[in-house]
Nanobody
Framework: QVQLVESGGGLVQAGGSLRLSCAAS????????MGWYRQAPGKQRELVAT???????NYADSVKGRFTISRDNARNTVYLQMNSLKPEDTAVYYC???????????WGQGTQVTVSS
């Protein structure tokens, strides 16, 4: 079992920045991929960004050029740097981890991000 704990959410004005952190209870060096997803009220959960074991990143078109995902293996932590935030970025942001040959999937409890106009 793996616990993922997100932090760093909050209220920010449009154009501002936030950095989300996701701390894993297990070493992330061998993780297949980790990612950030978000869910706005009344909408489905959607992918924001992922980073693979090799460091390959992938972003939703809506956040390209504004968000950056990174990882610190020594701290078992994945980050999401969010710049130039927009009101439409308002959502609960969830961390996800894909471990092992069976691709066991784990989720954090979520952190709220609210962007005011």
């Amino acid at each position: 079992q793996v616990q993922l704990v997100e932090s760093g959410g909050g209220l920010v004005q449009a154009g501002g920045s936030l950095r989300l952190s996701c701390a894993a209870s297990r070493n992330i060096f061998s993780v297949n991929a980790m990612g950030w997803y978000r869910q706005a009220p009344g909408k489905q959960r959607e992918l924001v960004a992922t980073i693979t074991r090799s460091g390959t990143t992938n972003y939703a078109d809506s956040v390209k050029g504004r968000f950056t995902i990174s990882r610190d293996n020594a701290r078992n932590t994945v980050y999401l740097q969010m710049n130039s935030l927009k009101p439409e970025d308002t959502a609960v942001y969830y961390c996800n981890a894909d471990y092992g040959v069976l691709h066991s999937n784990y989720w954090g409890q979520g952190t709220q991000v609210t962007v005011s106009s």
